[in-house]
């Protein structure tokens, strides 16, 4: 079955940058739209991008243009997002998450477990 | 970008009851409208996409409704496993976006 597995927690100072993985198994991942998502602590979810992993093709949120990178190895099948000039109001839960077909349907049904990552001095 | 509007907040109900959460666009989305739940500490499970579609596995007593900027989940009758919170999405627009959420608490 399909599992999107991420990389653990993070703590990092305002200013600095933070690298989350993704690794997906049980599908081909080149196949897929990859987004990334993330949830301030009680709060909702904001959308911030996507990567094609075929051609490495990436489309940011405005709010993220500028500080946000996605790439990806299809040696090992894994997505990252990067973000970087972090501020205390990036402390957040990121969500990789899957689109459901092989178009970009802009909606997802396999979602990685979340990666919290705080930004404190 | 469009503004999704989720009421109401917070909806108190007793298992077996029915429940209706709402989710108003600032402009037409078509049919193009995601629901999702969320339970504490986990990620977002798919439930309804396209206004009216239920995702692969969802109870059929999911359903949800509406077009252009009024859109209804109704689950028929609560079980204890369905208070959490869910969430609208529009796909119409880039970029796309999420409704605030509505909680559904036991009452």
């Known amino acids: 079955q399909v599992q999107l597995v991420q990389s653990g927690a993070e703590v990092k100072k305002p200013g600095a940058s933070v690298k989350v993985s993704c690794k997906a198994s049980?599908?081909?991942?080149?196949?897929?739209?990859m987004h990334w998502v993330r949830q301030a602590p009680g709060q909702g979810l904001e959308w911030m991008g996507w990567?094609?992993?075929?051609?490495?093709?990436?489309n940011y949120a405005q709010n993220f243009q500028g500080r946000v990178t996605m790439t990806r190895d299809t040696s090992i099948s894994t997505a990252y997002m990067e973000l970087s000039r972090l501020r205390s109001d990036d402390t957040a839960v990121y969500y990789c998450?899957?689109?459901?077909?092989?178009?970009?349907?802009?909606?997802?049904?396999?979602w990685g477990q979340g990666t919290l990552v705080t930004v404190s001095s | 970008e469009i503004v999704l509007t989720q009421s109401p907040a917070t909806l108190s109900l007793s298992p077996g009851e029915r429940a209706t959460l709402s989710c108003r666009a600032s402009?037409?989305?078509?049919?193009?409208l995601v629901w999702y739940q969320q339970k504490p500490g986990q990620a977002p499970r798919l439930l309804i996409y396209?206004?009216?579609n239920r995702a692969t596995g969802i109870p059929a007593r999911f359903s949800g409704s509406g077009s252009g900027t009024d859109f209804t989940l109704t689950i028929s009758s609560l079980e204890p496993e369905d208070f959490a919170v869910y969430y609208c999405?529009?796909?119409?627009?880039?970029?796309?976006?999420f409704g605030q959420g509505t909680r559904l608490e036991i009452k």
């Open positions: 990567i094609n992993p075929n051609s490495g093709g990436t």
């Open positions: 049980g599908n081909t991942f080149t196949d897929y739209y």
């Open positions: 396209d206004a009216s």
């Open positions: 999405q529009q796909r119409s627009n880039w970029p796309p976006t």
């Open positions: 402009q037409s989305v078509s049919s193009f």
């Open positions: 998450a899957r689109v459901v077909t092989t178009v970009n349907l802009y909606y997802f049904d396999y």
